[in-house]
């Protein structure tokens, strides 16, 4: 059931290490089916290790329907989020070490880079902390959410979701980069912000990009 599903996730997994977005069994990802069934990956496996059979499907209520692994130990609050957001698709999250030090300083990071505001679609917020494998990081990730693709959950990790797997992976995978420039940045001095017209147009940008997508229109551009 769901094979290729199965195996995009476990693919997920892998880049996620790739990216030094998790070490060894960190992290999960997650995805809605379009038949309602949830596939997310089993507690404590290394990703490169996994199979198709160890990816666990379950309906919204924690039932198992399929595999023999125990699930992630955050399932309740991945559920409760796919619950609450019925729009998100798949949900990733990660122990990403730069994006998960900002919140140890603030609580929201600004989308002063250009690539923040297109994969993240604005700001980014900084939870306060909630337990690792509770109903209240879910919680907190829907409270801090938003319109943004991602949540910094204080002082444990991110979560970021998506219409699909590689939209969750995209914000994931750019926010850690915009994490790494933006606490250099911070090392050296003051940072001078984008506009919000500014990141507002950047948000709208991205929308035009990827193959089967028409050109960014001039005027977007402010351009003739």
């Known amino acids: 059931m769901f094979e290729n599903e199965k195996r995009e996730i476990i693919k997920g997994g892998i880049k996620l290490d790739r990216y030094g977005l998790v070490s060894l069994a960190g992290g999960n990802l997650s995805m809605r089916m379009s038949t309602g069934e949830i596939l997310i990956t089993p507690s404590g496996m290394i990703y490169e290790e996994m199979v198709e059979d160890d990816v666990v499907v379950m309906d ?22 796919f619950k609450e957001r019925p729009d998100i698709k798949a949900i990733i999250h990660t122990h990403q070490p730069y994006a998960t030090a900002i919140s140890l300083i603030q609580d929201e990071f600004r989308a002063d880079l250009t690539t923040l ?7 980014v917020k900084c939870t306060p902390y909630s337990s690792p494998a509770s109903l209240e990081m879910g919680k907190m990730t829907v409270k801090y959410l938003g319109e943004s693709l991602a949540v910094i959950l204080g002082h444990h990790g991110v979560m970021t979701v998506g219409d699909s797997l590689k939209q969750a992976l995209n914000a994931a995978v750019y926010l850690e980069e915009c994490a790494k420039g933006y606490l250099a940045a911070r090392a050296c001095g003051e940072i001078r912000p984008l506009t ?18 028409q050109d960014i229109p001039k005027e977007l551009l402010g351009e003739k």
Not at 117 to 123: D, E, M, V, Y
Not at 196 to 213: L, P, T
């Open 196 to 213: 919000d017209a500014q990141i507002r147009q950047n948000i709208e940008i991205y929308k035009f990009v990827g193959q089967g997508k």
């Open 60 to 81: 919204i209520n924690r039932n198992i329907i399929e595999g023999t692994r125990k699930p992630s130990s955050d399932t309740d609050g991945i559920l409760y989020i």
């Open 117 to 123: 505001a297109n994969s993240c679609r604005g700001h």
